[in-house]
């Protein structure tokens, strides 16, 4: 089967993924570079077992000092600029591990005894701080989140100047204060984000590297192919399949939708896939590996942070909602095998049984995250003990040489620190808004003024509740389509998430409905990451592409309402009896059903419009996850069912 050249590939992902591409350097820089990510890699390794012993900040300021010099070395300053670092690029980077590094220079502790009256020196090298911080992030993301930033520092610096009648007005912070809670404080570049960035999340990004330098992405492929074989929803259900292990390796929507596409798009186009009904799939298919177990996107490492809860348990909240989401996608991929009359294509590859004999042990290294996760070892040793089974059976993919594997598994470790370069740039940049929230008390203002807003609708609270869960969804994903995943779920935590806590919703679910959200702004039009890519694979129309993607993610965009609407919605996140979550469950699965009805055009053949319609409320009613509301959506759609049997045979009773 014909694939897409692996240059294309890395070309496509450089274009449409949401971090901007890094340079292509010469051999010599590029040697350069190797070994400082090397060395990064091995000084997060230093910190799982053996940490520093004055803490996890002064950890943080040395990642940071190691890091941030990195970006300007393999980010471009604009597109289309010159592939190897100039004396700009030199001079940004000799800055900022200056800056990044001065805290220790006169002593960490005495640095930070200095909390509050900083002296100028440190007002200044925390100021160039500042500014690098957003420029690498302007590299690597683009102008939004960098412009969204100074904004902030405008607010927290000219706040006073705000007429005094406006909530969110304050006295107005000095600029040395500022300063001070971004540079010396907790909750600035070395906060939170950074602190997850630093700890969990660049220990992913080497175990996918490492995953991937074992054959794991080539085998998740083939073994998606083998296990379907000769039907006509073969290639719809091999798309999903393969989308969801290759996020495994990936762990980007984008990123996986590319690499997706080029291995299956040829056999779509063979089954008889329209292009723009292929590119949803396929867009589809690779977003929705991040929403997925056993590796979320990085936002579900903050979650864990932010809530004081294990990663585990975040996994297992996602449990229940990845099944419904793959549920909406495996009855669209039937409805549409028999709409567009899909060809079943004949698969060259093994049986299942052989491969996983072959490559099985793949699947391992998943499995150890997950038991050590259960046996409640930390999750940063976990990834790396699970990186260590990976890299081993790396060695069988290289056939025992152990000169090339020893290379490959240090190549992966340089590369794990690359890959993550963009999302550390932003987690840093995440700290300007945290601190600036934090001194000035705005997140709280904005939350209570998004309550108001709908209490000007009704003062029923289950309506206030129902239009701010509305609202507050449109905000996340409209905010999505400017920034990255992970900065969309900080800032939309600290601003849109009080207002949901403010209603009654647990902080459990706001923080998943939030990071859904924020996930699924990849496949939002107008911007739609994700659904671009999958469209510059097929040759399909943008847009149409878009709303296809749209249709198969519907039940995505919809479950998240129905865990943060009534308290029985806890239960999709198995934070209930098991009896609970079970009948929750069957009830979203047959409100995904309805979706489908509607989106798909299909039941038992064709729907027409009748049965279209009266799945619309069948399935509001389900997703309300009331027993009323439940009984009411199951009663529309029997009708619709009864209508769609019915309706044939009195059409063709009435001719007769």
């Known amino acids: 089967m014909s694939t897409k050249p692996q240059a294309d590939v890395a070309e496509l992902i450089a274009e449409y ?98 909390q509050g009256q900083l002296t100028d020196l440190d007002v200044v090298a925390g100021s160039i701080l500042l ?50 809670g971004f540079y010396n404080d907790a909750t600035g570049f070395y906060g939170t984000p950074l602190d997850v960035a630093a700890t969990y999340i660049v220990l992913f990004t080497i175990y996918g590297a490492v995953l991937n330098a074992s054959g794991a992405g080539t085998f998740f492929v083939d073994i998606s192919f083998s296990a379907f074989r000769k039907s006509r929803t073969a290639p719809g259900r091999t798309a999903a399949t393969a989308g969801f292990l290759l996020g495994t390796v990936s762990g980007s929507g984008t990123a996986t939708t590319v690499s997706l596409g080029a291995v299956t798009w040829p056999m779509l186009k063979k089954a008889g896939y329209p292009k723009e009904s292929a590119g949803g799939l396929l867009a589809a298919s690779g977003i929705g590996a991040i929403l997925s177990p056993p590796t979320l996107g990085a936002a579900a490492f903050i979650i864990a942070e932010y809530l004081e809860a294990s990663y585990l348990q975040v996994l297992i909240w996602a449990i229940l909602p990845t099944l419904l989401y793959y549920l909406g996608i495996a009855l669209a991929v039937e409805i549409d095998a028999r709409r567009f009359g899909a060809k079943p294509v004949d698969i060259d590859a093994p049986s299942p049984w052989v491969l996983l004999k072959r490559g099985g042990y793949h699947f391992l290294s998943l499995g150890v995250i997950v038991v050590f996760l259960a046996l409640d070892i930390p999750v940063y040793s976990a990834v790396v003990y699970a990186s260590g089974v990976a890299a081993l059976f790396a060695l069988i993919a290289h056939k025992g040489d152990v000169r090339t594997w020893g290379r490959t598994i240090l190549d992966s470790l340089s590369t794990g620190v690359r890959s993550a370069l963009p999302v550390i740039a932003v987690c840093a940049a995440a700290g300007v808004i945290t601190s600036t929230i934090t001194k000035t008390g705005l997140g709280q203002e904005l939350a209570s003024a998004l309550v108001d807003i709908a209490g000007l609708i009704s003062s029923n609270p289950s309506v206030v509740l129902f239009v701010t869960v509305v609202l507050a969804a449109v905000a996340v994903s409209v905010l999505g389509l400017a920034v990255p995943v992970t900065a969309s779920f900080i800032i939309s935590w600290v601003v849109i998430g009080p207002a949901l806590v403010e209603l009654g ?28 890519a999958a469209a510059a694979i097929t040759g399909g129309d943008v847009m149409k592409t878009m709303w296809r993607t749209w249709k198969y993610t519907l039940p995505a965009f919809l479950v998240p309402l129905a865990f943060v609407l009534t308290d029985d919605g806890a239960a999709l996140l198995l934070r209930s009896s098991a009896l609970d979550s079970l009948w929750v469950f069957a009830a979203s699965a047959l409100g995904v059903a309805a979706l489908a009805v509607v989106t798909g055009g299909w039941l038992v053949h064709q729907a027409a419009w009748p049965e279209r319609v009266l799945c619309i409320p069948a399935a509001v009613a389900l997703l309300y996850l009331q027993p009323v509301t439940i009984a009411v959506g199951i009663g529309f759609l029997v009708a619709a069912v009864a209508v769609h049997l019915l309706l044939p045979k009195m059409r063709k009773e009435h001719h007769a």
């Open 131 to 180: 500014f690098l911080v957003l420029e690498a992030c302007r590299r690597t993301t683009g102008w939004v989140l960098p412009l969204v930033c100074v904004g902030f520092v405008a607010f927290a610096y000219y706040g006073g100047y705000l007429p005094p009648a406006w909530a969110i007005s304050h006295a107005g912070v000095d600029f040395a204060q500022i300063i001070n």
């Open 17 to 114: 993924d949401e971090e901007r591409p890094s340079r292509s350097l010469s051999r010599r820089w590029e040697l350069g570079i190797w070994v400082a990510g090397l060395l990064a890699a091995l000084l997060v390794l230093k910190q799982v077992f053996w940490p520093f012993a004055k803490g996890g900040q002064y950890y943080l300021v040395i990642f940071l000092a190691v890091t941030l010099p990195l970006v300007f070395l393999c980010y471009r300053p604009r597109k289309g600029g010159a592939d190897d670092p100039g004396p700009l690029d030199w001079t940004l980077a000799v800055l900022a591990f200056a800056v990044g590094a001065y805290p220790l220079f006169g002593g960490f502790d005495a640095f930070l005894d200095r």
């Open 505 to 532: 919703v647990a902080r459990e679910e706001t923080a998943m409905f939030i990071f859904y959200y924020a996930v699924l702004s990849e496949v939002t039009p107008p911007t739609a990451l994700a659904a671009v």
